[in-house]
């Protein structure tokens, strides 16, 4: 069964810390993707990857950094946690150019910055 | 600028009764693709369709069923007879043809099957 697996499932981290969330799949697919997903604002674009080393900023993405130095694993990095990043962390993957099933979801990460 | 409205945050109804969950989207492509997925309380998000724009045949799955309007820019979601298990809350989204990889998603309806 192919997956998208997020390391934590509940996170709890201090102000200033710096937080990684970690995303790994197996299908060995190029794009990947982190969303957070509030109440009332759904799910919105913080980093993509459409490759190896490759990042692009999406909608939000002040505040957070991401790494990708293999296919499989993508990280998001909380340079100095706030408490107005406490949210639903949603990684995401999918095919280049075949959206056949558009992306497949992790369980998602949730965040508590005290 | 392409936008996807979910107008319902949270729907409640009792069991057996149908529901239709709305989404009306925003792009100047003509070419896209539009997608609902589902979101139980585990937090994972399930795929359940994709249409593309030149198909506008409306789709059934058992008690699932999809209205796909290019001329109102809709594609309503219609659950017939609904369960408790389809508790969740239910996203919509948009693909552009420029950048097909890339998905916009609605602010999500949350429905609740009461038995």
């Known amino acids: 069964d192919v997956k998208v697996t997020q390391s934590s499932r509940y996170l709890v981290k201090r102000t200033g810390e710096k937080v990684f969330l970690e995303c790994v799949q197996d299908?060995?697919?190029?794009?990947m993707f982190w969303y957070r997903q509030d109440p009332g604002l759904g799910l919105r674009l913080i980093y993509f990857s459409y490759d190896v080393k490759m990042k692009e900023k999406g909608d939000i993405p002040e505040g957070y950094s991401v790494s990708r130095e293999k296919k499989e694993r993508f990280s998001l990095i909380l340079e100095s946690a706030s408490t107005n990043q406490t949210s639903m962390y949603l990684c995401a993957s999918s095919v280049t150019g075949a959206l056949n099933y558009g992306y497949t979801f992790g369980s998602g990460t949730r965040l508590t910055v005290v | 600028a392409q936008k996807v409205t979910q107008a319902q945050t949270e729907i409640s109804v009792v069991e057996k009764e149908d529901v239709t969950l709305d989404c009306v989207y925003e792009?100047?492509?003509?070419?896209?693709?539009l997608f609902w997925y589902k979101q139980p309380p585990s937090g994972e998000l399930v795929f359940l369709i994709r249409r593309n724009s030149f198909d506008e045949q409306n789709e059934i799955s058992g008690r699932y069923s999809w209205n796909f309007q290019k001329s109102t820019s809709s594609f309503n979601f219609t659950i017939t007879a609904s369960q408790v298990v389809d508790s969740a809350v239910y996203f919509c989204?948009?693909?552009?043809?420029?950048?097909?990889?890339?998905?916009?998603f609605g602010t999500g309806t949350r429905l609740q099957v009461f038995p």
């Open positions: 792009t100047r492509d003509t070419t896209y693709y």
């Open positions: 299908m060995d697919h190029e794009n």
């Open positions: 989204a948009l693909s552009a043809t420029y950048n097909t990889d890339k998905l916009i």
